[in-house]
């Protein structure tokens, strides 16, 4: 088995996701099956966990268990592999967004600036556009716009100024070549802050994780049983304001519509006001836990229908 990362908030998002021991849950990030082990040992006889995960690594820590069953896809097709392995609609649905600690430590995927390796950061390494065909295919406008939306990074058109600059020289490939193009534009004591948010944006235009959490939200409505759960951990405000907003209005504008007499039209009732944070000791022990955010969303019961 891969060693990934210990899993985020692990007690309280299987307490909030499992309500029904013989229920049909999800866990679409299942990376090295910590969320799913979890889950899995809460389920009764008839009880079933469908697992969504696209990158290869992860089929090696595909769980040996009657009650499982593992998609190798991402969860932007949610509905359609639930409906093919007759499991739609579903009790609970988890989502724990990002990068595990594996991908960021394995050099070759190029995830992480704190190791020299190709410049890949797919999900999917067979598959799509790598890091590198963006960093030196993409006009310099373009490269501009992706720090900036994806990395929040106020000097971005200086950045892709630079990268457009040493790549008409010789073609960026490597993690490390990216780091010593960018070094002149980055003060000591803010360089890792710049890289990591960098090194993020390219990631998201990579796996185009926007436009797959987006398409994966607006299924979990349908997808969920009355009184069914979706339970989210998002690790920076991208991911976070879209679930917010899907979960307040059931669209991802957050744009609240009304009926007739002025009460909300939405499928769900959240939880909680407020994301619920790791604590300091899960945090001092692991420090990917920091930026975690969790979500938790009921599906409403249609008071007609009932």
């Known amino acids: 088995m891969s060693t990934y990362h210990q899993p985020v908030l692990l007690k309280e998002t299987v307490a909030a996701l499992v309500t029904d021991p013989n229920g049909i849950y999800v866990d679409v990030t299942f990376g090295g099956g910590g969320h799913s082990r979890a889950i899995l040992e809460q389920l009764g006889p008839a009880g079933k966990l469908i697992a969504f995960d696209q990158d290869p690594d992860s089929g090696k820590n595909v769980l040996d268990d009657p009650h499982f069953i593992f998609i190798p896809y991402n969860f932007s097709f949610l509905n359609k592999f639930l409906?093919?392995?007759?499991?739609?609609?579903?009790?609970?649905?988890?989502?724990?967004?990002?990068?595990?600690?594996?991908?960021?430590?394995?050099?070759e995927r190029g995830f992480s600036y704190r190791f020299n390796g190709q410049l890949d950061?797919?999900?999917?390494?067979?598959?799509?556009?790598?890091?590198?065909?963006?960093?030196?295919d993409y006009p310099e406008q373009k490269l501009a716009k992706i720090f900036f939306q994806y990395g929040e990074l106020s000097n971005a058109r200086k950045i892709a100024a630079k990268i457009a600059a040493d790549r008409s020289a010789k073609k960026i490939t490597t993690t490390s070549e990216l780091v010593e193009s960018l070094r002149p534009l980055m003060p000591a004591h803010k360089e890792n802050k710049i890289?990591?948010?960098?090194?993020?944006?390219?990631?998201i235009e990579v796996n185009a994780e926007i436009e797959v959490i987006e398409k994966f939200l607006l299924q979990t409505a349908e997808a969920l049983k009355p009184g069914g759960k979706l339970v989210t951990i998002a690790y920076h405000s991208l991911e976070d304001r879209l679930v917010k907003n899907y979960m307040k209005s059931g669209n991802l504008e957050g744009k609240i519509e009304k009926d007739f007499y002025g009460n909300p039209i939405t499928p769900f009732t959240s939880v909680v006001s407020k994301?619920?944070?790791?604590?300091?000791e899960e945090i001092e022990n692991n420090p990917r836990a920091r930026s975690a955010k969790m979500r938790i969303a009921v599906k409403k019961v249609d008071e007609l229908a009932s």
Not at 83 to 107: E, W
Not at 275 to 280: C, R
């Open 83 to 107: 409906r093919y392995h007759n499991c739609f609609p579903v009790d609970g649905i988890l989502a724990d967004f990002g990068v595990s600690s594996f991908q960021f430590d394995t050099p």
């Open 121 to 136: 950061m797919r999900m999917n390494p067979t598959r799509g556009i790598t890091a590198s065909d963006i960093i030196n």
């Open 195 to 203: 890289l990591s948010k960098l090194f993020q944006s390219l990631r």
């Open 275 to 280: 994301a619920q944070v790791p604590g300091e």
